[in-house]
């Protein structure tokens, strides 16, 4: 049984066409990079995935819920953005703890612990009482992924998660991202690094204006090239 299933998804932005027609499954454990050029429907798709955007015909099923029929979808799954999107005016704990208090409905104490375990996960335990603006954007990157495993979401979406790092910063989400995989999360990463796609997924979709020209492994894409 599939966590994600996308059925012959169409969506359009003011008429124009920006998906179309797509299809795919994603097993738990799987970690999928979707690459393509520069609007090729990326973002959107994973926009379409968590609900932030409504498909125009098809459906896509998240842990055998359609999404946009029912608000049970949410928290199911979660997202890694290019700009982090933390709340400037918490700090770091409270970046985690309030939306588990506020979403998951979890007293203070409970919010804490699993924030603290998660930050722990990152290696940002010493960073709790810090706002965003003094952490590195690596470092803020890595809250925003705490944050989504706070959910204890069925797949993470990543849209260009290291996009606006330095080498140096990228390559320390990278880990976090690498070592999430090997715990056997499922992950679905939109990237323009082809490194990152050799490097630990094992299967890419290849988006091509709206459609899907490739789905197979690293290996395999490499050979069709
Ligand atoms: P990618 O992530 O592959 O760069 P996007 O999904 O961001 O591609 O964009 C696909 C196409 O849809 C592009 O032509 C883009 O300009 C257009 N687009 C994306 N978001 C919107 C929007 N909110 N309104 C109108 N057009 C959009
Ligand atoms: P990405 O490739 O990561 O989607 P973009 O720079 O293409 O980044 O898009 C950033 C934001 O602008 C997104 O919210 C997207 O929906 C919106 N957007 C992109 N293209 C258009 C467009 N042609 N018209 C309106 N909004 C757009």
New binding site residues.
Partial sequence: EPIVQVRNIYKD?NKTEVLKGISFDIFKGEIVSIIGS??SG???LI?CINGL?KIKNGEIIVDKKVVGDSRSVIGKVGMVF?DFNLFPHYTVLENIVNPCKVIRKMNTDEAKELAMSLLKKVKLEDKINEYPKNLSGGQQQRVAIARALSMEPEVILF??PT?SLDPELAYEVFNTMKSLAKEGFTMVI?THQINMVTNFSNRVIFLENGKISFDGSPKELMETD
Wanted: zero cysteines; aromatic letters at 8%; glycine letters at 8%.
């Fill in positions: 932005y520069s609007g990326k973002s959107t926009r955007e290019q849209d260009e996009s939109v």
